[in-house]
Nanobody
Framework: QVQLVESGGGSVQTGGSLRLSCAAS????????MGWFRQAPGKEREGVAV???????RYADSVKGRFTISQDNAKSTLYLQMNSLKPEDTAMYYC????????????????????WGKGTLVTISS
């Protein structure tokens, strides 16, 4: 059973940075897609970034150039470095995983996620 535990959320001002972490267990990194999704109040959950076991990445247009997804396979930890944060980035951020060859998660589709963390809250003030 895959377990995902997020950390690193908090409150920062516009233009600030945060790094989210996701401690993962019960999976083999080469056979899984790992990703970050977010859900703002009153909005649907949306994909932010995804990474495969070979290190290939994909980002939502809204975060390209500002966010970076990475993983430390030795530590079984997924990261999301978020720079130049904007108020519209305010949301609950969720770590997500799905075994390959599930392609829905690669296209940042929440329906493609098999495992979710409980989330970590990110609040950006203007």
């Amino acid at each position: 059973q895959v377990q995902l535990v997020e950390s690193g959320g908090g409150s920062v001002q516009t233009g600030g940075s945060l790094r989210l972490s996701c401690a993962a267990s019960g999976y083999t990194y080469r056979t899984y897609y790992m990703g970050w999704f977010r859900q703002a109040p009153g909005k649907e959950r949306e994909g932010v970034a995804v990474i495969d076991g070979d290190g290939f990445t994909r980002y939502a247009d809204s975060v390209k150039g500002r966010f970076t997804i990475s993983q430390d396979n030795a530590k079984s930890t997924l990261y999301l470095q978020m720079n130049s944060l904007k108020p519209e980035d305010t949301a609950m951020y969720y770590c997500a995983a799905a075994p390959r060859p599930n392609r829905d998660i690669w296209w940042l589709n929440p329906r493609g996620v098999d495992y979710w963390g409980k989330g970590t809250l990110v609040t950006i003030s203007s």
